[in-house]
C-alpha cells in the first residue's frame, strides 16, 4: 500500500491518500485522460508507459530490499555458457563491422588517390591569365589544354613561375 499511494514522502509530492487514489482512479476510468495529464502522471511516476501494449495493462513497479540486493547471484552453467556464447558472438561481430570500416577507409583513400580534379574551361581560361599568357596566343593555348586535360592536370600542378615554359614545351611549335 506505502508503494502505491506514497510517492514522494520527503517533499509530499504526488502522495496521495487510498481514498484520494481511489476517487481519482474512478474519475479516470470515467473519462479518457489528455495527452497533457498523461505526461503528468508519467513527469510524477504515477504510470509507467515503457512496454505498454493496451490501456488494460497495469505495471506495478517494486524496488527490491537492501537485503535482496546484497543476496549473490545465483548462476546456473546454462546461464554461464548462454553468457560466454553471447560474448563470442558479440565479439565476432564487432570485428565484422571493424573489417567493413577498415574496407570503406581504404576505398575511400584510393579514391581519394585516383581522382583528379576536372579543370573546367574558366578555370582553364583564370590559370592562363595569371601565368600572363598574352590575348594572341591565349585561344590556342586554351584549346590545347581544354583538349588535354591530363595536360592541365600537370600544368596547373607546376609551380606558377615556371608554367609558361612547361605550356611552351607542351604545345612545341604550336605556342
Same mark, same amino acid.
Given at each position: 500500500?506505502?508503494?502505491?499511494?506514497?510517492?514522494?514522502?520527503?517533499?509530499?509530492?504526488?502522495?496521495?491518500?487510498?481514498?484520494?487514489?481511489? =476517487?481519482?482512479? %474512478? %474519475? =479516470?476510468?470515467?473519462?479518457?485522460?489528455?495527452?497533457?495529464e498523461i505526461d503528468r502522471m508519467v513527469s510524477i511516476d504515477?504510470?509507467?508507459?515503457?512496454? @505498454?501494449?493496451?490501456?488494460?495493462?497495469?505495471?506495478?513497479?517494486?524496488?527490491?530490499?537492501a537485503s535482496q540486493m546484497n543476496q549473490p547471484k545465483v548462476t546456473t552453467s546454462k546461464s554461464k555458457k548462454r553468457k560466454v556464447e553471447e560474448d563470442v558472438t558479440a565479439s565476432k561481430i564487432t570485428v565484422a563491422i571493424d573489417n567493413v570500416a577498415?574496407?570503406?577507409?581504404?576505398?575511400?583513400?584510393? @579514391?581519394?588517390?585516383?581522382?583528379?580534379?576536372?579543370?573546367?574551361?574558366?578555370?582553364?581560361?583564370?590559370?592562363?591569365?595569371l601565368m600572363g599568357v598574352g590575348p594572341e596566343k591565349m585561344s590556342r593555348a586554351y584549346l590545347f589544354l581544354v583538349a588535354n586535360p591530363e595536360n592541365a592536370h600537370a600544368l596547373f600542378g607546376f609551380p606558377l613561375p615556371l608554367r609558361m615554359s612547361l605550356l611552351k614545351e607542351m604545345m612545341g611549335a604550336d605556342y
Open positions: 500500500m506505502l508503494e502505491l499511494f506514497a510517492r514522494d514522502r520527503a517533499t509530499g509530492g504526488a502522495a496521495e491518500t487510498a481514498k484520494e487514489r481511489r =476517487n481519482r482512479m %474512478t %474519475t =479516470n476510468q470515467q473519462r479518457s485522460e489528455t495527452i497533457d504515477e504510470i509507467n508507459l515503457e512496454n @505498454f501494449i493496451s490501456s488494460d495493462d497495469i505495471q506495478v513497479t517494486s524496488t527490491m530490499s577498415n574496407a570503406i577507409s581504404e576505398s575511400t583513400h584510393a @579514391f581519394e588517390r585516383s581522382h583528379r580534379p576536372v579543370y573546367l574551361g574558366e578555370q582553364i581560361y583564370n590559370e592562363l591569365d
